[in-house]
């Protein structure tokens, strides 16, 4: 098979202080594991418009649509917030999601040890927790018709969101979740709400369906998403793989994310369909954004985007092993002690610099042979 390709978009702000980190680690795998990767670096964001005047060049947008796998920084900062909309930094990464139909977005919990402390929950209720959850992207009440504000027969202004989930948009993210679950703990629980809504309704049948005819050896239930956000914070690690719309999953990512700590340590992927080569589109990426408020100062932490590389050589790749080994090295630096900033609490202590932190996790890396 040819030389997996990747294509780095760095970004703005922390962006590229962070990506400096994962081409430590990318190195390391190249060198160590024989794993190379044919990079190839571009701009987006802020970055993209000071040199091309839009926030995503066409050219980069044709590379990110060839590459087996996109890994983005972060985009944004103060000096593009007076520019017009259209040329936003933001509208580079949306761009990205919608011209490649990623349609899966993949926000996993996960709970170093060392961490646990850290976590508003007992201890016990999260240590050693890894759950998956996958958020419909493209579809749902963020994109349906009609929507707006209007003014009705009373002559009150009304506003109006439609949720709307055809068949085979429901179809590709069950499969891609049920895909998921065969490389984990085998286990997806659909959540909508099926009680008060048709597209919940439609949207159970669908699952289960999949599930039924393609997928009869994952172990399959069903909750409404409002228990669903009630067993999150009781008892999270129940769940392996849980898949759900755009709106219920924006918001259960989001609560299950700070089960387990800092912005700082939270990965992403976003997933399309299967091209030729029978790997999906992807896109991957931190969730926090380019924290312009430390930026250039060596204080962020690259660990969410290291973890996002681990994704990518799991998801994009097939090489959970070497995932694996990635994400050891990433809780070997934590429970030896090492924090950025972003990882102490109120009682303080030294944290250790971006680079620090990248370094420790390549000598954890080398530790592992
Ligand atoms: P943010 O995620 O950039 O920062 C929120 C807070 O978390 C800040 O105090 C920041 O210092 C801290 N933080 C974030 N990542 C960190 C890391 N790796 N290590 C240590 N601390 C970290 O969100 P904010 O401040 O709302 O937005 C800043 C800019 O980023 C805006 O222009 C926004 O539009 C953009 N943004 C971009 C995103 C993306 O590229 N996907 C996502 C969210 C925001
Ligand atoms: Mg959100």
Redesign the pocket.
């Known amino acids: 098979m040819s030389t997996p390709s990747l294509l780095i978009l760095a ?1 703005d ?3 590229p202080e ?1 990506m400096t980190e994962v081409r430590k680690i990318i190195d390391w795998f190249g060198a160590k594991r024989d794993l190379a990767f044919d990079v190839s670096e571009d701009l987006v ?1 802020g970055a993209a418009y000071d040199v091309h005047g839009v926030p995503l060049a066409d050219e980069t947008m044709a590379k990110a649509q060839e590459v087996d796998a996109v890994l ?7 000096k ?2 007076d520019l017009d909309f259209s040329v936003k ?2 509208r580079g ?1 949306l761009r990205l999601r919608k011209e490649m139909d990623l349609f899966s977005n993949l926000r996993p919990a996960q709970c170093f040890d060392a961490l646990a402390d850290f976590s508003s929950l007992k201890k016990d209720v999260v240590a050693g927790l890894d759950i998956m959850i996958v958020r419909e992207l493209t579809s749902g009440i963020y994109f349906g018709e009609p929507r707006g504000i209007s003014v009705n027969a009373n002559g009150e202004r009304e506003g109006v969101n439609t949720q709307r989930y055809t068949e085979s948009e429901i179809a590709r993210v069950a499969r891609s979740a049920f895909e998921l679950a065969k490389r984990r703990g085998n286990k997806v629980c659909s959540m909508e709400k099926a009680n008060v809504m048709e597209s919940g309704i439609l949207w159970r049948e669908v699952v289960q369906k999949v599930h039924d005819e393609e997928y009869p050896d994952v172990e399959l239930s069903h909750m409404y998403a409002d228990a669903g956000g009630m067993q999150l914070c009781r008892w999270p690690k129940q769940f392996d793989v849980i898949v759900t719309d755009n709106l219920f999953g924006d918001l259960l990512s989001d609560v299950a994310a700070m089960l387990t700590g ?3 340590m939270l990965p992403s992927a976003s997933l399309g369909a299967p091209m030729e080569n029978g790997r999906p589109k992807a896109l991957y ?10 930026a250039g100062q060596g ?7 290291i973890l996002s590389f681990a994704m990518a050589l799991r998801y994009s790749f097939d090489q959970g092993a070497e995932a694996d080994r990635l994400e050891k090295a990433v809780e070997k630096v934590l429970a030896d002690g090492l924090r ?3 990882l102490m609490g109120p009682e303080g202590g030294s944290p250790v610099s971006t680079s620090a932190m990248g370094d420790a996790i390549v000598a954890a890396l080398d530790a592992s042979l």
Do not use: F, Q, R, W
């Open positions: 970004g702000g922390i962006g962070v964001g983005l920084g972060a985009v944004g900062g103060p593009y917030d930094p933001e990464l800092s912005l700082g990426e931190p969730v926090h954004g380019s924290a312009p408020d430390i204080k962020a932490n690259p660990i969410a985007c950025t900033a972003d």
